[in-house]
């Protein structure tokens, strides 16, 4: 319908649409080295992993010191209670006295073995052969030794097997190893997990953050229940958000205000200026005509990017496509028609003119006075192609996408033209797009949907 204003866009379908359909892996698709989390979870796991192998190697040496301390008391009071009975009943060496697994040997006060345990009895009548060793081999066995002064029957000399301990100290040692190995991964993986769960909050209003809309009023991102450090970051961006929309406000007014105050001077001067070209058909007043045009344009695409998008209306008309080249003709002057120019076209008029002559006057002024600027329209079932060449040096390369947005220019214009002409497209629901030709010069490709994709009901009514 003419003049038909757009549907109302309510808060929960708004902020739907701040997502696009892939921004749930957009998490996924963040490298590794480049994701908080991980660094949260190494910094984590590292500083574990330091902090358990000092407490576990304390505390292996402790329990490694104190079964030291207990084997050795334990050698002592089996060698005291030998020497003790020994001194008192004045033989007995290898009975009961002596435990099991203990090994002795009585040496004379010449050096010589007297005495020994069954195991040693080879060194009986024999020097003794260890001399000063605590440590000494016995069958393939490591034996530690004590020596006790037994009075006039020499020394007594008492051995115990360290097997027991060897045994106790490497699988400490083992396990030591292990838990290094081990720990590393284990620890990771619960960092990874904890921070996943601690950054959850902060990730989902990264992403919406990430698609927020700036032609819609900013939506808040949600906070989480916690009142933490994440908390106090997503609140801070709400506050700076809404300061940004506030400001973008004001500045829409203020550019509202002044494209107001130019624009009834200008319909003044362009009407003057067209009135003086007929009476007298002066040629400088021609071009003043022209540039009359011009600004008046421009005038409107400052005032379409203060309303902003949403707030525009179409006035939907089916007109000749003969009309609409009338038009282009009269406002860009030197332009080639070619295509198909006796169809219809379902548009609102005045949006698609603006959108189709701001880009024929970048072809324009892109070719030069002496270039040439086509004008192509294509009709299938489906919808209306517009395709302006030009003869000049193409899109500037490091520019890219960035053609599109407001103010950005390679031509030396204001730079609202393609940013303008690409809104109303879509506003249509078609689009806009540019590139470089490959025998030279730009070539944009302006789109809208043919007449009869829409419910024919409801273009009758239109009309």
Same mark, same amino acid.
């Given at each position: 319908?003419?003049?038909?204003?757009?549907?109302?866009?309510?808060?929960?379908?708004?902020?739907?649409?701040?997502?696009?359909?892939?921004?749930?892996?957009?998490?996924?698709?963040?490298? +590794?080295?480049?994701?908080?989390?991980?660094?949260?979870?190494?910094?984590?796991?590292?500083? &574990?992993?330091?902090?358990?192998?000092?407490?576990?190697?304390?505390?292996?040496?402790?329990?490694?010191?104190?079964?030291?301390?207990?084997?050795?008391?334990?050698?002592?009071?089996?060698?005291?209670?030998?020497?003790?009975?020994?001194?008192?009943?004045?033989?007995?060496?290898?009975?009961?006295?002596?435990?099991?697994?203990?090994?002795?040997?009585?040496?004379?006060?010449?050096?010589?073995?007297?005495?020994?345990?069954?195991?040693?009895?080879?060194?009986?009548?024999?020097?003794? *052969?260890?001399?000063?060793?605590?440590?000494?081999?016995?069958?393939?066995?490591?034996?530690?030794?004590?020596?006790?002064?037994?009075?006039?029957?020499?020394?007594?000399?008492?051995?115990?097997?360290?097997?027991?301990?060897?045994?106790?100290?490497? &699988?400490?040692?083992?396990?030591?190893?292990?838990?290094?190995?081990?720990?590393?991964?284990?620890?990771?993986?619960?960092?990874? +997990?904890?921070?996943?769960?601690?950054?959850?909050?902060?990730?989902?209003?990264?992403?919406?953050?990430?698609?927020?809309?700036?032609?819609?009023?900013?939506?808040?991102?949600?906070?989480?229940?916690?009142?933490?450090?994440?908390?106090?970051?997503?609140?801070?961006?709400?506050?700076?958000?809404?300061?940004?929309? &506030?400001?973008?406000?004001?500045?829409?007014?203020?550019?509202?205000?002044?494209?107001?105050?130019?624009?009834?001077?200008?319909?003044?001067?362009?009407?003057?200026?067209?009135?003086?070209?007929?009476?007298?058909?002066? *040629?400088?007043?021609?071009?003043?005509?022209?540039?009359?045009?011009?600004?008046?344009?421009?005038?409107?695409?400052?005032?379409?990017?203060?309303?902003?998008?949403?707030?525009?209306?179409?006035? +939907?008309?089916?007109?000749?496509?003969?009309?609409?080249?009338?038009?282009?003709?009269?406002?860009?002057?030197?332009?080639?028609?070619?295509?198909? +120019?006796?169809?219809?076209?379902?548009?609102?008029?005045?949006?698609?003119?603006?959108?189709?002559?701001?880009?024929?006057?970048?072809?324009?002024?892109?070719?030069?006075?002496?270039?040439?600027?086509?004008?192509?329209?294509?009709?299938?079932?489906?919808?209306?192609?517009?395709?302006?060449?030009?003869?000049?040096?193409?899109?500037? $390369?490091?520019?890219?996408?960035?053609?599109?947005?407001?103010?950005?220019?390679? $031509?030396? &214009?204001?730079?609202?033209?393609? $940013?303008?002409?690409?809104?109303?497209?879509?506003?249509?629901?078609?689009?806009?797009?540019?590139?470089?030709?490959?025998?030279?010069?730009?070539?944009?490709?302006?789109?809208?949907?043919?007449?009869?994709?829409?419910?024919?009901?409801?273009?009758?009514?239109?009309?």
């Amino acid at each position: 319908m003419p003049g038909q204003a757009p549907p109302a866009v309510s808060a929960g379908p708004r902020r739907a649409a701040l997502l696009t359909p892939g921004a749930g892996l957009y998490s996924a698709r963040v490298a +590794w080295r480049h994701s908080l989390r991980f660094r949260l979870a190494l910094t984590y796991s590292a500083l &574990s992993l330091a902090l358990l192998a000092l407490i576990t190697l304390g505390m292996v040496t402790l329990l490694l010191s104190r079964m030291e301390q207990q084997f050795e008391a334990r050698l002592n009071d089996r060698a005291a209670t030998l020497a003790e009975a020994f001194s008192n009943t004045g033989g007995g060496l290898g009975r009961t006295a002596s435990g099991t697994g203990t090994y002795t040997m009585l040496i004379d006060p010449q050096g010589q073995v007297t005495i020994a345990s069954p195991a040693l009895r080879d060194y009986v009548d024999t020097p003794y *052969p260890f001399g000063k060793l605590r440590r000494v081999p016995i069958q393939d066995t490591s034996v530690r030794t004590a020596t006790r002064d037994v009075g006039n029957f020499g020394t007594l000399w008492v051995g115990l097997p360290e097997d027991d301990l060897i045994a106790a100290r490497q &699988s400490a040692l083992a396990a030591l190893l292990l838990g290094l190995v081990v720990a590393p991964l284990a620890l990771l993986l619960t960092g990874w +997990w904890v921070g996943r769960r601690a950054l959850a909050g902060l990730e989902h209003a990264a992403n919406l953050a990430d698609h927020l809309d700036p032609t819609r009023s900013l939506a808040a991102l949600p906070l989480p229940p916690q009142e933490d450090e994440v908390h106090r970051l997503l609140a801070a961006l709400n506050r700076l958000l809404v300061r940004i929309e &506030s400001q973008q406000a004001r500045e829409k007014q203020l550019l509202g205000q002044i494209v107001h105050e130019l624009g009834a001077p200008l319909t003044v001067l362009k009407a003057t200026l067209q009135s003086a070209e007929a009476r007298t058909g002066d *040629p400088e007043v021609a071009r003043a005509a022209l540039v009359a045009d011009e600004l008046t344009f421009t005038t409107q695409d400052l005032m379409q990017l203060a309303r902003g998008q949403l707030e525009l209306k179409l006035a +939907w008309h089916y007109i000749p496509a003969g009309t609409l080249r009338g038009r282009l003709d009269r406002l860009v002057p030197g332009t080639t028609f070619t295509g198909e +120019w006796n169809t219809g076209i379902l548009c609102d008029p005045d949006r698609l003119t603006q959108a189709v002559r701001n880009l024929l006057a970048n072809a324009r002024r892109a070719a030069g006075p002496d270039g040439t600027v086509t004008l192509n329209l294509h009709e299938t079932a489906e919808q209306l192609t517009f395709t302006v060449h030009d003869s000049g040096p193409g899109l500037p $390369s490091e520019l890219g996408g960035q053609i599109f947005e407001p103010f950005v220019s390679g $031509s030396g &214009s204001s730079g609202l033209g393609l $940013s303008v002409a690409r809104q109303i497209a879509r506003m249509h629901g078609g689009d806009l797009t540019g590139t470089t030709h490959p025998q030279g010069g730009a070539l944009f490709t302006l789109t809208v949907p043919g007449a009869a994709l829409g419910d024919e009901d409801d273009d009758l009514h239109d009309l």
